[in-house]
């Protein structure tokens, strides 16, 4: 199972803001959209960062007025990225071992999707459960 299975449930617009604006308006986009994590683009659209939750709790500590801050103050820039035809159990391992639970889906240099780590589990256990069922039937029909 791949990537590309999870993103054809999913919408396909990707929540982006821009460097220069400000951490209290990246806030009330995580709120309005009820998301962790936002995909930073510059004007052209290219991907310049991620912003999660987490970015921003961990700079709040450190700042006296830290909702003043730009987003390019506290994003990550070194954003790590999948492919719509990653396997599944290499993007989860990646996201559990570099301990983030938001990943960029990219075509080329265009953003295609957003996958949380609750979406790779899902996707997982939807795959498990339907694998148990079929296992189920066999072993049903058998004892017929």
Do not use: C
């Amino acid at each position: 199972m791949n990537v590309s299975r999870i993103l054809a449930t999913k919408s396909s617009d990707v929540v982006t803001i821009r460097p220069h604006q400000r951490i209290s308006e990246a806030l009330k986009l995580l709120a309005e959209y009820d998301i962790g994590a936002l995909v930073v683009t510059n004007d052209e659209e290219d991907l310049v960062g991620i912003l999660s939750e987490r970015d921003i709790v961990r700079r709040a500590v450190q700042e006296e007025d830290p909702f003043a801050l730009q987003v390019a103050d506290v994003m990550t820039k070194n954003v790590i990225v999948g492919l719509p035809n990653d396997d599944l159990m290499s993007v989860a391992h990646t996201m559990t071992e570099r301990h983030f639970r938001h990943l960029p889906i990219v075509d080329g240099l265009r953003v295609i999707g957003m996958i949380s780590i609750g979406d790779v589990l899902k996707a997982q256990r939807d795959a498990f459960r339907g694998q148990i069922d079929t296992l189920e039937t066999m072993v049903m029909a058998d004892d017929t």
